[in-house]
Every structure is written in structure tokens, then in C-alpha cells.
């Protein structure tokens, strides 16, 4: 392949870093790097804790733990959203309960939340579908109103801000993934962001394993013993060496990929004012981080060519989500409320093209008249 969708960024300090873990001695999780990540989350987004995670994954299913979510429980969600999202929750025994999304910003869409709410319902999870917020202000208003717990899934929106506020610092809680794909990465990884500092102790139980071991490291106790559920959430200090040299650099990241996100966005102007394409909206009080640029044409079948013609030269454009709610698990495990025909619609239009620093602004041209070749034809 000519030019890939994603190629993980590498800053050039992060065997700098993975050799000073190597040298302190400490290769399991929690150590001297892993605290940084952490305390680097909590001055970023303005959290009252983060803990790094093996995967954002991981971060979600810590969520629904601590979200107490038991059988029966009903989670609101968006079906545009990876799998992660949905299935954190159905391991728990809970329902997700799919409704549609904005056309605008495809976003999980706040007007349908009311009517998907029920005596069962626990939690409401916003997606940041590429890094562009969810209408938080609405979305917590509702959950107050019906005393129900926000997990913002924020695994696309890191440095991403809704009304001057990051992202990740409305819900009471929230994830971030660290995967490659991602703007800021250590291959696999993930963060989750607690808002409420009465859940912190116990995330930090659920995290190691459901024993008080951070609380015996802090000299708290004078031993660690088992006192509630968890699993094996940490990542190893390499990885979050790994992190914490992409986190160093976040700044510069982010400047790289606007810069060639607003290449992409003005070369589709013209198209999109003739009605060829639609470009992503970004409502005025949203601030996104890049995390990635992505066209809706006018058909499925207009997609198909695109994809075939730019494959055919070399550029690896890819399509998104499949639908959660009309799979075959979630036919099994969830209910929808409502036709979800945005979700339908745009997940059998939508394109998104390569994305990732390196690019060379003739290839970005290049794709794009590709395409746009296609969709004139």
C-alpha cells in the first residue's frame, strides 16, 4: 500500500524513556511512568483522577464496574460506535439501548434520550465521534433529571473541548484510548478519568485485581488483601514510558494533524458547496483534535467506487462502524428505540482517508481529486 490509512507517529524519546523504566526496575504497572501519565491526564483535562489502562477497552469495562451495573440494567448508547462501547456493559449483564445519531456531527443524538429512558435505565454513554463533542450540557442535564450515571466515551477526543471545557471532564466518568490509531499512542493502552472523587478508591481496587494494593504502596495499610471484584487493568511500565514520550509531544501531534486536516477540509470546499460531498461539521462552541477527516457521499454505491479507485492507486481509504443494533450480537443483547435511520444512512456513505503525520500535502491532493474524479464520473 502506497499510502496507509493510519502510520503510528513515533517521536524518537520513547526508547530514551523505555530504557530509564528499564534501568529503575520496575516493569510492571504503577511505577515511576505510569504516575506521570496519570498526573499529565489530571492537569490536562482538569479530572479529579486518571489511571492508565491496558486499552481503552479496559477503561470501559472499569467503568461499568464502578458504575455498579448489574443484569437488567439498561445502558443508553449510540449504534455508530465501536463494539468496545456496547459489549463493556453486556459483560456486566446490562442492556444497551441503541438510539440514532446527529446527521451533523454524528453524535450520539441528545433530543432522542428521553424517550429511550425506563425504570432500568442506568448510564448514558456520549460517543466524541472523531473528536468533535457531544452536546454535554443537554446530555448532563437529562442524567441529573433522571439521577443517571454519563461515561463519556472519549476514546477518539483527547485535547478535544465542547464550550471551552476538554472533553472527558463532563461525565462522572470517562475513557480515552492510547491505541495506535489513535492521536497519542504506546500501541495499546487507554485511560480512565474519574469526575467524582468518591469513586476514586474504589477504581483503584477494581484496577488492581479488587485488592487495596495502591492503598498499602501509599503506606495506608499494612497489608493489601482481597476486598471486592476487579481485574487486571494496568499497563506495564514500558508502555507507559512508551506514552509518556508521545505525551511530551501532544502539542506538536495535534498542531501536525490540523494542519493536515484543514488541507483535506479546503480542498473539499468547493465540492461540497456544489453538493458533490459533505464535509465534517464543527458547531461553533466545539474545538476537535484531528483525530480524523472523513467525507459522506451521496450513495453506497458512490462509496464503493471510491474506495476501489483509491485502493487501486495505492491510498487505503476505509469506511466505519457497521452498525451495532442490526448485528448479529446485538440483535442477541440490546434493543434499539427508534428507526436509527441517520445511523443506516451515514455509516453506508461515510469515507475517511489517511490521516497521519508524514503526509506530504501532493498526496493529500492527490486523494483527494481521486475521489473527487470518482464521485463526478
Partial sequence: MKIPFNRPYITGKETKYISQAVKFGQLSGDGFFTKKCNQWLVNKIGCQGALLTHSGTAALEMAAILADIRPGDEVIMPSFTFTSTANAFVLRGAIPVFIDIRPDT?????????KAITKKTKAIVPVHYAGIG????????????????VIEDAAHALSSMYNNKPLGSFGHFAIISFHETKNIHCGEGGALLINDKNYMERAEIIREKGTNRSKFFRGEVNKYSWVDIGSSFLPSEINAAFLWAQMTSEYLIRSSRLDIWEQYHAMFKEPEADRILRRP????????????????????RKRALVLKHLRDKGYQAIFHYVPLHNSKAGLKFSRSVGKLSNTLDIS?????????????????????DLALMTLEQ
Avoid at 453524535?107 to 434520550?113: A, G, V, Y
Fill in 348 to 368: 453506508k456513505r461515510i469515507i475517511r482517508l489517511p490521516l497521519w503525520i508524514g503526509l506530504r500535502k501532493k498526496e493529500i491532493r492527490k486523494m483527494a
Fill in 106 to 114: 454524528l453524535n450520539l443524538d441528545e433530543r432522542q434520550l428521553k
Fill in 134 to 149: 457531544c452536546e454535554m450540557e443537554t446530555i448532563m442535564k437529562i442524567a441529573k433529571e433522571y439521577n443517571l450515571l
Fill in 281 to 300: 461539521v464543527i458547531p461553533r462552541n466545539c474545538r476537535h483534535n484531528a483525530h480524523m477527516y472523513y467525507i459522506l457521499v451521496a450513495t453506497h
